[in-house]
């Protein structure tokens, strides 16, 4: 595909809009609190700011809440997907239809705290493209998240084509430039962490701690991380596929010395028939890496083949848009 031409660039004066966005997944409980909060921190900010809530299939009173939710300062814009797509899924609907010259996305639960958006409007006013949030301390994450995050972060900066940073999540700022070339990526499994770094661009970060959640349950569970895991690791790597080559050809070579081993002794020594335990310990391993190998080999089979349906990332049912009531101080 014949790379996107860059837009015209995004103004990032007064008049400029800053869309924030939030994916929601059954938030009830903390969405209003997360709208308030962020409503008092940009209060007085001079852009127009859009908020763009997706609400990823909630099952509990989540729509509800922001539907007769009023918003004074901010142009809210609910995108109903028809239902539960996963976040990466809600992030990349989200950023189609938010407007904004640049694009914010946040999480409901606050914690990622709103208080750091002014210093990230500040920073792309001074010209950054992308700026991050990096966490610089997540002592509010269980320590078993905290390690396993780490394991997958070296492993797939070690073998992935694009550099994935450390304790970054999806809180950042992105110019619409950025935007513009991630909503342009035609894959529908979108591993969004990824496809941001992979954009590119001049990033300049921001240092936070990360909070505690204000309200409700985190979704994702272990197996869900897990599953987050292989998907960034396939999205952005063939190396595992590599590494069942080399595996293979050196199960291959070794094996080759054990034959020619045991044919040499045969040959001086005579048949020696006692060698069940070592032929099934050496015939179990084998089909174990023989399966693993062809595992991982299905695990790209699979992912072509979800791509080639050209199936959409998600799909919306319906889109409002409810203007600010008194947008603030903005200047046209
Ligand atoms: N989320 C979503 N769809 C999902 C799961 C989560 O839109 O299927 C949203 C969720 O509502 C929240 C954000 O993604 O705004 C981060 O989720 P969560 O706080 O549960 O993740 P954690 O912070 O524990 O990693
Ligand atoms: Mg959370």
Redesign the pocket.
């Known amino acids: 595909m014949s790379p996107s031409l860059p837009s015209e660039p995004s103004t990032r004066g007064a008049a400029a809009t800053v869309s924030l966005l ?6 009830g409980a903390a969405i209003i609190g997360t709208l308030q909060r962020l409503e008092a921190v940009l209060a007085p900010q001079p852009y127009a700011v859009e908020v763009v809530i ?1 609400n ?1 299939g909630s099952h509990d009173d989540t729509l509800a809440k922001i539907q007769t939710y009023q918003s004074p300062r901010f142009t809210i814009v609910v995108v109903d997907l028809s239902r ?1 797509f ?2 990466e899924a ?1 992030l990349s609907a989200g950023l189609q239809v938010a407007s904004g010259d640049a694009v914010i996305p946040i ?3 606050l ?1 990622d705290p709103p208080e750091l958006i002014p210093e990230m409007i500040e920073r792309w006013r001074q010209g950054a493209e992308v700026v991050v949030a990096h966490r610089s301390d997540r002592r509010s994450d269980s320590a078993m998240k905290r390690l396993t995050a780490s394991g997958f972060y070296r492993l797939i900066n070690r073998i992935a084509e694009v550099q994935i940073p450390d304790n970054v999540g999806d809180f950042r700022l992105m110019d619409r430039t950025v935007v513009d070339v991630v909503c342009s990526l035609p894959e529908n499994r979108r591993f969004m962490k990824g496809l941001f770094a992979w954009a590119g661009f001049r990033t300049e970060r921001v240092e936070y701690v990360r909070q505690q ?1 204000a309200a409700g ?4 569970n272990g197996f869900r991380l897990i599953n987050l895991a292989v998907e960034g690791i396939t999205s952005f790597s063939t190396a595992p596929l590599r590494l069942a080559t080399y595996a293979g050809a050196l199960v291959a070579a070794a094996a080759f010395c054990y034959v020619v081993y045991i044919v040499v002794r045969t040959l001086i020594f005579g048949v020696d028939l006692p060698g069940y335990a070592s032929l099934i310990s050496v015939m179990l391993f084998m089909s174990g890496v023989q399966l693993l190998a062809l595992g991982l080999i299905g695990e790209y089979v699979g992912r072509t083949y979800m791509e080639a349906k050209r199936r959409p990332a998600f799909v919306i049912r319906k889109i409002w848009r409810n203007a600010a009531t008194d947008p603030g101080p903005k200047v046209e």
């Open positions: 939030i994916p929601v997944f059954n938030e997706v990823d539960n996963g976040k809600a999480d409901a639960d914690q959640r349950q985190s979704k994702f």
